[in-house]
């Protein structure tokens, strides 16, 4: 366990890093190409390495914002926070600050920087859908993320990699709509639309590089680990394999997960939607797996 901390640790700092190192090489080219004044490239590489900083500290509340889950108390959620408050006991984790989030398919994640600034986020469809032992269940699986540092990694990539991804994608969207489907204009404005094209392009060829960073960083070895010790942590292995099948056959869509944060869930959200993109973040290990080696605990 503590060896994998420690991973989770460095890897934090590797993915900032290469965050910066990729994108300042990005406007770096942008800047040759175009001609300007090569003090844009240290401009742009101060500004991102200010901007990791503060994703760093500022990560969860951007993923906690994102999902548009609120706080909940004792009072107002008592099974829930009830059985965060004895897994922590029994796990000697700090009590996390629990969220829901008001929307009918089951799902759960768990965001933050550290054991000391934790979140656990459930769906209502969760605590809806699922009987108290599999909610149990499916929280101890969050909570081993946080004992793991596991939600460090992930969220850090959420801000920083997901942030590339989605621009990609805008720009690609924007180019075929905007630039490309214009053609009775292309004489106006012409170079224009070449810069957008150019920037579309180039986004388009480094999106599927960081996604596949980021599908390393955030290995699929995490999810098993988290499986593994959140049975262990609630004593009841079937418990959680119940839970996956659950969420796992639930016919609703989560409107609120989008590509930057499908791999926080404890089952990836996006499943019904088949794209390039999509496909590489595709971080969970098949849900059969997951389940199979469960019940073979």
């Not at 190192?21 to 300007?36: D, E, K, N, Q």
């Not at 965060?84 to 759960?108: F, H, K, Q, S």
């Not at 805008?170 to 490309?180: C, D, H, Q, V």
Request: hydrophobic residues 50%; aromatic residues 8%; proline residues 4%.
């Amino acid at each position: 366990m503590y060896d994998r901390i420690a991973a989770n640790r460095r890897m934090t700092w590797v993915l900032m890093v290469a965050f910066v190192a990729v994108l300042t090489g990005l406007v770096a080219l942008i800047v040759l190409a175009l001609g300007l004044p090569i003090g844009f490239i240290g401009i742009a590489g101060i500004a991102l390495i200010l901007y990791a900083l503060f994703s760093y500290f500022a990560a969860s509340s951007i993923v906690l914002s994102i999902s548009g889950a609120h706080e909940v108390t004792k009072e107002e959620e008592w099974e829930y926070v009830r059985r965060v408050e004895n897994l922590c006991i029994g796990a000697g984790l700090p009590m996390p600050r629990t969220w829901v989030l008001e929307d009918t398919a089951p799902n759960a994640f768990a965001t933050g920087r550290d054991p000391q600034h934790a979140h656990v986020v459930v769906t209502r469809g969760l605590l809806q859908k699922l009987e108290p032992i599999e909610l149990e269940a499916v929280l101890a699986h969050e909570l081993s993320h946080i004992a793991n540092y596991d939600i460090r990694v992930m969220t850090i990539a959420t801000v920083l990699v997901g942030l590339v991804v989605l621009l990609s994608d805008f720009f690609l969207r924007w180019t075929y709509w905007g630039a490309g489907a214009r053609r009775g204009s292309r004489g106006k404005g012409g170079g224009g639309a070449a810069i957008v094209i150019l920037l579309a392009v180039i986004a388009a060829i480094l999106a599927p590089i960081v996604a596949q960073a980021l599908k390393f960083a955030i290995s699929r070895q995490r999810e098993y680990l988290a499986d593994a010790s959140g049975a262990l942590l609630c004593r009841h292995p079937e418990a959680l394999a119940r839970a996956l099948e659950k969420i796992a056959a639930d016919p609703e869509p989560l409107e609120a997960a989008n590509k930057a944060t499908a791999h926080l869930y404890i089952y990836n959200p996006l499943r019904e939607h088949r794209s390039f993109l999509n496909n590489l973040f595709n971080t969970h290990p098949p849900i059969e797996e997951r389940i199979r080696l469960l019940r073979s605990m």
